[in-house]
């Protein structure tokens, strides 16, 4: 019985050997693949050209850089347009100067034909010692007839609603030409930020600053010197305003005062010039 067991144990032994090393027998290692001698492309130049066009399309789209030529060309064109701004301004300028000019002779030939109707006074009259033409010193802001739509004083505001101090006169005008009314220099320009708009001012013999405000445009800058009728600006409708008219506000030795008293002041003046002509 002993031996009949050994010998079974012993076959099982080795049927189990077999089958093992049996197995690993059967595998078959895995040979390398052999590579084929593929013929070796060349870059052409056209290659070349397309690769670094390709790049530089590929570098602009990520920096969104921008070449020499289109940087010059920008400036050029910049360059053109300042040009062409200066030149407008310059040309602005030119015609409000001749402008200028032709009210000052228009103004010496309406003092030659008042002086011929009213006096019969020598040429000597019309002259200064130097032998120079007398123009008038003495201009309404306005060429029509003055009519106030909004006098001196304490007021209800039309906007805000409460009582406040009216330091000038609202005169009707609808984007009409708007002068100086006497020699002076302009002290000021630009915009008002309390509700005046685009405004001018201009001092007088160092005593009187006359102020034009919620105008539409102006024409002269600080420093510049103005004669009386000089059309100085224009009105309009800027700031808080309820309609297109001229705010005119007079100041005398830094003070305000009532510009419809100042008004007739002038209108008193140039009949007393023209008398003593």
């Not at 059309?231 to 510009?259: D, M, Q, W």
Request: glycine share 6%; aromatic share 10%.
């Amino acid at each position: 019985m002993k031996t009949l067991t050994t010998y079974c144990f012993i076959a099982l032994f080795f049927s189990f050997h077999c089958f093992v090393y049996g197995q690993f027998n059967t595998l078959i290692p895995i040979q390398p693949k052999k590579t084929e001698n593929l013929p070796i492309v060349e870059k052409t130049d056209e290659t070349k050209d397309l690769k670094q066009k390709s790049d530089k399309k590929f570098w602009k789209a990520i920096f969104n850089t921008t070449s020499k030529a289109d940087l010059k060309k920008e400036l050029d064109s910049l360059k053109t347009m300042i040009k062409e701004n200066s030149e407008n301004n310059n040309k602005k300028w030119r015609i409000q100067k001749i402008q200028d000019s032709l009210i000052l002779q228009r103004q010496s030939q309406v003092v030659i034909n008042e002086q011929k109707r009213t006096s019969n006074l020598t040429k000597n009259g019309f002259e200064n010692e130097t032998g120079e033409l007398k123009l008038s010193k003495i201009a309404m802001p306005l060429s029509r007839p003055v009519s106030v739509t909004s006098p001196y004083g304490m007021r209800i505001h039309p906007l805000l609603g409460r009582a406040r101090m009216h330091n000038g006169i609202d005169l009707k005008a609808h984007y009409e030409n708007v002068y100086a009314v006497m020699d002076g220099m302009v002290t000021a320009t630009g915009w008002d930020p309390k509700g005046g708009g685009n405004y001018i001012k201009v001092k007088h013999y160092n005593r009187f600053e006359t102020s034009y405000l919620h105008l539409s445009e102006f024409y002269y800058r600080t420093g510049d010197l103005v004669k009386a009728g000089f059309i100085i600006a224009k009105s309009g409708n800027t700031g808080n305003s309820t309609g297109a008219h001229l705010h005119f506000a007079v100041r005398e030795n830094g003070n305000y005062i009532n510009p419809i008293r100042f008004l007739n002041d002038l209108i008193e003046a140039n009949h007393w010039l023209a008398a003593s002509y």
